[in-house]
T-cell receptor
Framework: KQEVTQIPAALSVPEGENLVLNCSFT??????LQWFRQDPGKGLTSLLL?????REQTSGRLNASLDKSSGRSTLYIAASQPGDSATYLC?????????????FGGGTRVLVKP | NAGVTQTPKFRVLKTGQSMTLLCAQD?????MYWYRQDPGMGLRLIHY???????AKGEVPDGYNVSRLKKQNFLLGLESAAPSQTSVYFC?????????????FGSGTRLTVV
């Protein structure tokens, strides 16, 4: 059974500092890994999608890396801003998962202080 | 804008009442999913569908039924609501070619059962 863990559960940083969010998964046989952002009371917004054959993906200030062999992904957010305050979720799709079901981590709640 | 639309956004039910949550997507995606999100439990899959006329159980299917009569719609039904079904419900869709594309989520339905 695939298990996805995100540590820490919460993170508080001053504005301008770089953010490093961690995601680990137990089964390395994955199709891809997706990072989402969720604002309080809102839905999930897709940030980055990394295919199993890729090592990283970048979008603006965001960079996500994937190391399948160690079962880890890291989301880097450069020069954090108060608007980056949200909960960040990672999710994986196992190759053996019928219907390509996502398995989510518990999320990291981020607060960027002005 | 293209995407996943959920209705209603909020609902309060009395124990024993029934209701249907509607999810509609206009991206011609094959796969659709219903998740629930609870504090401390993360996102858990209720039911999913890999195509029109098909449905399958997810991780927490008890107390729910689903139907996918049209490709663009996925309905989640509660026949006799219980307080344990108080949650935020998210619908998602994805193309069948998952290795290349990720999920798109709706904005959620906040359901309270009293």
């Amino acid at each position: 059974k695939q298990e996805v863990t995100q540590i820490p559960a919460a993170l508080s940083v001053p504005e301008g500092e770089n953010l490093v969010l961690n995601c680990s998964f137990t089964d390395s046989a994955i199709y891809n890994l997706q990072w989402f952002r969720q604002d309080p009371g809102k839905g999930l917004t897709s940030l980055l999608l990394i295919q199993s054959s890729q090592r990283e993906q970048t979008s603006g200030r965001l960079n996500a890396s994937l190391d399948k062999s160690s079962g880890r992904s890291t989301l880097y957010i450069a020069a954090s801003q108060p608007g980056d305050s949200a909960t960040y979720l990672c999710a994986v799709i196992r190759r053996q998962a019928a219907g390509n079901k996502l398995t989510f981590g518990g999320g990291t709640r981020v607060l960027v202080k002005p | 804008n293209a995407g996943v639309t959920q209705t209603p956004k909020f609902r309060v039910l009395k124990t024993g009442q029934s209701m249907t949550l509607l999810c509609a997507q206009d991206m011609n995606h094959e796969y659709m999913y219903w998740y629930r999100q609870d504090p401390g439990m993360g996102l858990r899959l209720i039911h999913y569908s890999v195509g029109e006329g098909t449905t399958a159980k997810g991780e927490v299917p008890d107390g729910y039924n689903v139907s996918r009569l049209k490709k663009q719609n996925f309905l989640l039904g509660l026949e006799s609501a219980a307080p344990s079904q108080t949650s935020v419900y998210f619908c998602a869709s994805s193309p069948s070619r998952v290795p290349l594309y990720g999920y798109t989520f709706g904005s959620g339905t906040r359901l309270t059962v009293v």
